[in-house]
């Protein structure tokens, strides 16, 4: 896909669109507040990074997010192993886990900010328990889904438990706790600005709402385009971990063999 | 008399089924020499994958004894290399690795087996393979590592569950060759599971003849043929009379459906 003629091409259909926004809106007149054109975006985001502001706003929120994804994937990582590997655990405690799940975690950040204040540690409690859930299913799946034939091999060669969860178990679970990581880096993030809209003093979730308030709409506008290029980031970070720890993984190496030959 | 490397006797397996129980294995009674290579041959469902896998200690019997080399099975031991059907490896380790896992297990130490590892990993052709991963290799290749797996701990006995079943003829008929090969310079008791009687016959200087419902050993047939066997030995009239006495057991019995 990656030719010269379909980048050109990707980029004049980017100029095209911003362009036909920018050209609409100044044609019917779409007021600023509703709508506002790209050049008022651009403006808006120029303006934020050139005080400061938004560098100071956006490293607060990414703290948040990396803090809670890490808490988070850790939790997940370590209650997905016990109730994986214990079958009083998984009896005792997941019904209450899924409970947990199915309950919209977004609802819980009122609460979580009453008990935890305005600061960074609702942030990322927040964060943390949004991100969970992926890493745990995963972690159990993957932890559950070795080969039979594989575990027959250890146990033919008289290993005990515990060398089959390090040499087999664990290894084999990593293409699934990477695809929790996956998920959950983006769940950590979304964590961490709702807890912002909720209270906050500080970050881009908290900057969206004051900006609200002053009806400053290029303003969230920028702010939104700020997040989608972070989320993007996190999960290229993400998906760079993965490559290198699933080099063998025939999922990772049929997308790495497709990039090697679109390239 | 050599010793016994494998002893079992009146060996017995029962699955339990919703409509009572179905015996894999009926009293089953058979000893083995040490150094000798054994093929077990018959249909799917006659109970020859069930006996290596108490062989292997990684399944109960249901009543008899077995015992490898005087003592008796209770577990997994570690004086035995087993290959399965499909070779197994983990595909995050490299060939080598996967070679030395057996000795990663049982904290044999890396250092004195790696030389070891080296030499079997030449002896089965795949020097300068064992820096590659498993899905760098062909089926046949993998499978020669698995082999070499199972030798690397020098284990006195090899269990072998259809070990080329899964491979196209032309390479089964080569890993036949390898596995003659690797035998006559290593003299390790063999174990081997097969539903092709050529196979059994190509390969064994004894092979046990079973039938299913119940899994009963109803042959125990010495093959006399010179070693080593070269392929062409499949068209001498030795071996077609050896392959037609052991089909014939099947056809009593009911038909063979492999």
Not at chain 1, 90 to 104: A, C, G, H, K, T
Not at chain 1, 193 to 209: D, R, T
Not at chain 2, 61 to 76: D, N
Request: glycine fraction near 8%; proline fraction near 6%.
């Amino acid at each position: 896909m990656r030719s010269t003629k379909n980048v050109a091409l990707s980029v004049l259909l980017f100029c095209a669109s911003v362009g036909a926004w920018e050209g609409l809106v100044r044609l019917f007149e779409v007021p600023a507040f509703i709508l506002p054109p790209p050049s008022q975006v651009a403006l808006a985001l120029w303006r934020g990074f050139s005080s400061g502001l938004y560098l100071q706003h956006l490293s607060h929120t990414l703290l948040e997010t990396m803090l809670g994804f890490i808490a988070g994937s850790a939790l997940g990582l370590i209650l997905g192993t016990a109730v994986a590997m214990s079958r009083p655990v998984e009896f005792f405690l997941y019904p209450y886990i899924v409970m947990f799940q199915s309950l919209p975690k977004v609802a819980l950040a009122p609460l979580i900010v009453v008990w935890f204040g305005l600061g960074l540690t609702s942030k990322v409690i927040n964060a943390a328990l949004i991100a969970f859930f992926p890493l745990l299913v995963n972690t159990m799946v993957g932890l559950r889904s070795a080969d039979e034939e594989r575990v027959s091999l250890m146990r033919s060669l008289a290993a005990s438990e515990r060398q089959i969860f390090w040499m087999l178990r664990l290894p084999n679970s990593l293409p699934f706790v990477m695809a929790g990581l996956d998920v959950a880096m983006i769940f950590a993030l979304i964590g961490a600005i709702v807890a912002e809209f909720v209270g906050a003093q500080k970050g881009l979730g908290m900057l969206i709402q004051s900006m609200n308030f002053n009806m400053d709409v290029s303003g969230q506008f920028s702010i939104l385009l700020i997040l989608s290029v972070v989320g993007l980031l996190l999960n290229r970070g993400v998906m760079m971990i993965r490559k290198r720890v699933l080099f063998w993984d025939p999922s990772e190496k049929e997308r790495i063999d497709q990039e090697r030959v679109s390239a | 008399m050599a010793t016994e490397a494998i002893s079992v006797q009146h060996l017995s397996k029962l699955y339990a089924t919703r409509d009572g129980g179905v015996a894999a294995l009926e009293r089953i009674s058979v000893a083995i020499d040490e150094g000798a290579f054994v093929a077990v041959v018959g249909p799917s469902g006659c109970g020859k994958s069930t006996l290596l896998k108490i062989l292997a200690g990684l399944l109960a019997p249901s009543g008899g004894s077995a015992s490898l080399r005087g003592t008796a099975i209770q577990g997994p031991r570690r004086d035995i290399g087993v290959v399965f059907q499909a070779p197994v490896l983990f595909p995050w380790r490299t060939v080598l690795d996967n070679v030395l896992l057996p000795i990663d297990v049982q904290g044999l130490g890396r250092d004195r087996f790696l030389p070891v590892a080296m030499d079997l990993l030449a002896l089965v052709g795949l020097r300068e393979f064992e820096r590659r991963y498993p899905w760098e290799l062909s089926g046949g290749m993998q499978q020669r590592v698995a082999i070499t797996r199972a030798l690397v701990h020098d284990p006195a006995m090899l269990l072998m569950d259809e070990p080329f079943g899964a491979l196209d003829a032309m390479t089964r008929e080569h890993m036949n060759l390898e596995l003659q090969r690797i035998w006559m310079e290593k003299k390790k008791t063999v174990f081997f599971i097969t539903h092709s009687i050529p196979e059994a016959v190509f390969l064994a200087d004894r092979v046990l003849v079973m039938t299913p419902r119940p899994g009963r050993v109803v042959d125990d047939l010495v093959i006399k043929l010179p070693r080593p066997r070269p392929l062409d030995v499949m068209t001498t009239p030795e071996f077609g009379t050896y392959t037609r006495h052991i089909r014939a057991r099947f056809n009593v019995k009911g038909g063979l459906d492999a």
